[in-house]
Nanobody
Framework: QVRLVESGGGLVQPGGSLRLSCTAS????????MAWHRQAPGKQRELVAL??????TEYADSVKGRFTISTDNANTVFLQMNSLKPEDTAVYYC???????????????WGQGTQVTVSS
């Protein structure tokens, strides 16, 4: 019913920047929370940034001040990543909590993941 498609990942040098985007398509009535998670080799998946339905934001301490999450207030979420470090290397996953039809319950949806590699 709902598909999340991510773009913007790639290889960048330390100190560089990348902008990730994720767009939802399908049967959608309402989107509440949107977030970016990441999973580095040998580590568990962690929350990177979150924006709620009332537009409050939260960030992992490791990215605070460097990353910014934003939306188009419709069906797309962005992650602007500045001052990238090798420790940011991971697969980044888009998440959205979606109500497909009015009065239906909300469900969680995930993108397929996009690789971000920070290396010189």
């Amino acid at each position: 019913q709902v598909r999340l498609v991510e773009s913007g990942g790639g290889l960048v040098q330390p100190g560089g920047s990348l902008r990730l985007s994720c767009t939802a398509s399908g049967t959608i009535s309402t989107i509440s929370n949107m977030a970016w998670h990441r999973q580095a080799p040998g580590k568990q998946r962690e929350l990177v940034a979150l924006v709620t339905g009332v537009l409050s934001t939260e960030y992992a301490d490791s990215v605070k001040g460097r990353f910014t999450i934003s939306t188009d207030n419709a069906n797309t979420v962005f992650l602007q990543m500045n001052s990238l470090k090798p420790e940011d290397t991971a697969v980044y996953y888009c998440y959205m909590r979606v109500q497909t039809r009015r009065y239906f319950p909300f469900s969680d949806y995930w993108g397929q993941g996009t690789q971000v590699t920070v290396s010189s």
